[in-house]
């Protein structure tokens, strides 16, 4: 299972991005997908996750009420709108998948749950 991101560039503070995720030999419908970043010199953090039955959302903290994460399963493509960029929202933004027929409401937010990961893409925001 390969997962690809894209929708990542530079943009400045107060601007917004979409970044999208979407797998190559699977359908999604079955698999959690979260959303996480590292910055340079820091760990990867959580920052979204949506349950593989979409009625359940998880945001870190920092991100509540700025970003928004939802999927379209019928374009199989799990996706992050990022509004109100801040320069510390500046990370390798990744996507994660994990495969779920029982809990309809569970985000994982333990990185460890996750089995797919994707390759990244950088999201700078400048001042």
């Known amino acids: 299972v390969r997962l690809e991101e894209s929708g990542g560039g530079l943009v400045q503070a107060g601007d917004s991005l979409r970044l999208s995720c979407a797998p190559s030999?699977?359908?999604?419908?079955?698999?959690?997908v979260g959303w996480w970043r590292q910055a340079p010199g820091k760990e990867r953090e959580f920052v979204a996750g949506?349950?593989?039955?979409?009625?359940?959302?998880r945001y870190a903290e920092s991100v509540k009420g700025r970003f928004t994460v939802s999927r379209d399963n019928v374009k199989n493509i799990v996706s992050l709108q990022m509004n109100t960029l801040k320069t510390e929202d500046t990370a390798v933004y990744y996507c994660?998948?994990?495969?779920?027929?029982?809990?309809?409401?569970?985000?994982?937010?333990?990185?460890?749950?996750?089995?797919?990961w994707g390759q990244g893409t950088q999201v700078t925001v400048s001042p």
């Open positions: 030999s699977i359908t999604f419908t079955h698999y959690n």
């Open positions: 994660a998948a994990d495969q779920d027929y029982y809990y309809p409401d569970y985000v994982p937010r333990n990185s460890l749950e996750y089995a797919y």
């Open positions: 949506i349950s593989w039955s979409a009625t359940n959302v």
